[in-house]
């Protein structure tokens, strides 16, 4: 099955800096990758997502980049706010898999 | 439209004592997903179902039992719970199966704690 691993386990950043999170997977054949956000106490949401025939997307000052050949990819966050602060999980799924499994989380941190 | 709705909220157990916790979508979604949340863990899945009278085993099933006997609900069991069975646990629902590149919505939680 797929293995995610997902680092750092914990990033703080000051706020207005940009943060990485990076992720790699195993499975060649995975073609899908999604990000959830789960802010303290709430429940975790989708985020950006993108597909293995796109390099790299964007919404705002949050966007994905995908390197298929090295097998990994990173959620990028830009002009960090306060509101950032929370846990971001990973997954990666092969199209057809009924699972959904995640990678084991950065808990990320905004310093005012 | 209330999407995923976890009961009980919190809940806390003796060892050896049994409960189940209950999922209800009203989003009319095929695939159903129990996950139980630890410090430095991450999310993982229990137990899963693709449809009604479905389920299967996802990382960390020993322990649980669920049962889909309606489309809307997914329980997940624990005959006796276990001090380290303390932990957050998630419901989620998707229209589809993850690789079909669909969103998955989640409950608000159910915070068990095993003494």
């Known amino acids: 099955g797929e293995n995610v691993e997902q680092h750092p386990s914990t990033l703080s950043v000051q706020e207005g800096d940009s943060a990485v999170i990076k992720c790699t997977y195993s499975?060649?054949?995975?073609?899908?990758f999604p990000w959830y956000k789960q802010e303290l106490g709430k429940r975790p949401q989708l985020i950006i997502d993108?597909?293995?025939?796109?390099g790299e997307k964007k919404d705002q000052r949050i966007a994905v980049t995908l390197n298929k050949t090295a097998k990994h990819f990173s959620l990028h966050i830009t002009e960090t706010q306060p509101e950032d602060s929370a846990v971001y999980f990973c997954a990666a799924i092969q199209f057809g898999n009924e699972k959904l499994t995640f990678g084991t989380g950065t808990r990320l941190t905004i310093i005012p | 439209n209330a999407g995923v709705t976890q009961t009980p909220k919190f809940r806390v157990l003796k060892t050896g004592q049994s409960m189940t916790l209950l999922c209800a979508q009203d989003?009319?979604?095929?695939?159903m997903y129990w996950y139980r949340q630890d410090p430095g863990m991450g999310l993982r899945l229990i137990h899963y179902?693709?449809?009604?009278?479905?389920?299967a085993k996802g990382e960390v099933p020993d322990g649980y039992n669920v049962s889909r006997l309606k489309k809307q609900n997914f329980l997940l069991g624990l005959e006796s719970a276990a001090p380290s069975q303390t932990s957050v646990y998630f419901c989620?629902?998707?229209?589809?199966?993850?690789?079909?590149?669909?969103?998955?919505?989640f409950g608000q939680g159910t915070r068990l704690t095993v003494v």
């Open positions: 179902s693709v449809g009604e009278g479905t389920t």
């Open positions: 499975d060649s054949a995975s073609n899908y």
């Open positions: 989620a629902s998707s229209p589809v199966g993850a690789g079909r590149n669909t969103e998955a919505f």
């Open positions: 993108i597909r293995s025939n796109v």
């Open positions: 989003m009319n979604h095929e695939y």
